[in-house]
């Protein structure tokens, strides 16, 4: 499948359909990444960026759960119902958030079909570090 990589606002929601929001994207679909942190590894999200204050909860905020751990930076945030990730606030750089492509209605993670990674398990604000480094890619082919 194809998608449009250009896409700047869209919608999308939690596996349950009781979060509902609209979204515009930083780069679109044209810059996306996975995580290799505890966090990422277990919930295994292809994920775009957008800046605080371009998401809109349009239905269901207040099933919204929110999640943090380690330094509380990031704000991880959940349907309370089916508990998909849809999106969270960047430990990185708090002023983003990275949102869950598989929650952005008509994508999936599989349309990707070359992901970077990055070294969130190293994180650069625990290690000194400037920036997230790319430690390689998750490849998807279909057959």
């Not at 999308?12 to 994207?25: N, P």
């Not at 044209?30 to 277990?42: E, K, P």
């Amino acid at each position: 499948m194809t998608i449009n990589r250009d896409i700047e606002e869209t919608t999308g929601q939690c596996h349950c359909g009781a979060v509902k929001f609209r979204v515009r994207l930083q780069d679109g679909l044209r810059r996306v990444a996975r995580c290799n942190c505890s966090m990422c590894r277990m919930k295994g999200a292809v994920m775009a960026l957008a800046s605080l204050g371009s998401i809109e909860i349009t239905e269901g905020e207040e099933l919204l759960s929110t999640y943090q751990f380690h330094t509380m930076t990031a704000k991880h945030q959940f349907c309370s119902r089916c508990g998909i990730h849809l999106f969270h606030q960047r430990r990185i750089d708090p002023g983003l958030y990275a949102v869950n492509v598989a929650v952005l209605d008509g994508v999936s993670p599989f349309d990707f079909g070359d992901v970077p990674v990055l070294d969130g398990e190293n994180h650069p604000r625990d290690t000194g570090g400037a920036e997230l480094k790319l430690i390689g890619h998750l490849r998807f082919e279909h057959f």
